[in-house]
């Protein structure tokens, strides 16, 4: 009696990353010759990848020749496109390759979502939820969150973030990213625009040092808000309000009942604050 011998190379594969093998039931058969042995093998590949193509490769004149049609009786399926299997006769050395296509979320697309709540306006003082959610499959391992951060990011880490009091320094940049066994994935980028009334209010002189009568002069009143001051009122200490209601107050040509204390107030949507006040004194 004659037995054929086959050798399966292999065993079980592992192709760079985690989720691709290929397994064969065994690693080798002994049998009868002339009889028939069906030759199977079972792969894996990660989610998201669509199998191509599968052949059986025979080892035959030192290489690695591919078994021209897989269509042939010897190669049926059995549905499974996780499973393969080769019908053969002979004694040879057999390697099974499967083909696929697709990557990195493909076939299931995914998509991260990003929700700020509340919705609307964002303003200094109150509470902000950062969520980043994702259908990734398999499910994501991981979510991190990034803020611009001058040149750089800072990072932090779950998928929700939470402001229990934004303040003005947490306006700028946001995105998300989510982690699976697949790889990694970002968010749209998310611009929080954080609403504040006027800080530090100011009022400059210019030009700066002694100011002589006849001379012309500038006061400037300066605010950091979001968003700008849209109305600013001009103070004299001692006197009613003055008719100013921009930025700068002029004096085309200043006289010395001109001098004393000034300041500005400024408001916008969200708040309203006086600057302290300025000594303007004319030296006649
Ligand atoms: C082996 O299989 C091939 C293809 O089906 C066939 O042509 C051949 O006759 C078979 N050989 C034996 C010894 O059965
Ligand atoms: C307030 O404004 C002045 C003038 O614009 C500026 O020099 C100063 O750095 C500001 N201070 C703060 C705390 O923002
Ligand atoms: C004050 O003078 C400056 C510089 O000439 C000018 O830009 C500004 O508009 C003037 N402000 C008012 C309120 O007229
Ligand atoms: C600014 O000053 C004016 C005049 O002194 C006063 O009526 C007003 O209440 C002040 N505003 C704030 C926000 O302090």
Request: some cysteine; proline content about 4%.
């Amino acid at each position: 009696m004659l037995f054929m011998f086959l050798r399966l190379q292999g065993g079980r594969l592992v192709l760079g990353q985690d989720g691709w093998s290929v397994t064969y039931t065994k690693n080798s058969i002994c049998a009868l010759k002339g009889s028939t042995v069906d030759l199977s093998c079972s792969y894996t590949y990660p989610r998201g990848h669509t199998v191509t193509t599968t052949t059986w490769n025979k080892w035959k004149s030192l290489t690695w020749t591919q078994i021209p049609d897989k269509y042939e009786d010897r190669i049926e399926y059995r549905g499974n496109k996780e499973n393969d299997y080769l019908r053969l006769n002979d004694s040879a050395g057999y390697r099974f390759r499967f083909i696929t296509s697709g990557g990195k979320f493909a076939g299931s697309p995914v998509s991260l979502t990003v929700t700020v709540s509340p919705s609307g306006e964002r303003v200094e003082g109150s509470s902000v939820t950062l969520t980043c959610s994702s259908d990734a499959n398999p499910p994501v391992d991981k979510y991190t969150w990034y803020k611009k951060n001058g040149g750089g990011y800072q990072s932090m880490t779950g998928p929700q973030h939470v402001f229990n009091q934004i303040q003005s320094s947490d306006s700028g940049e946001y995105y998300c990213e989510s982690q699976n066994e697949m790889g990694t994935d970002r968010s749209r980028t998310i611009n929080m625009d954080v609403k504040y009334g006027p800080k530090n209010t100011s009022v400059s002189v210019s030009p700066s040092g002694e100011i002589v009568e006849g001379s012309s002069v500038t006061l400037t009143c300066s605010s950091d808000a979001n968003p700008d001051v849209d109305k600013y009122t001009w103070y004299k200490k001692n006197r009613a309000s003055l008719t100013g209601s921009e930025k700068t107050y002029n004096f085309t040509t200043i006289r010395s009942e001109d001098s004393g204390e000034y300041y500005c107030g400024t408001e916008n949507k969200y708040g309203r604050l006086n600057s302290s006040s300025v000594s303007v004194d004319v030296q006649c």
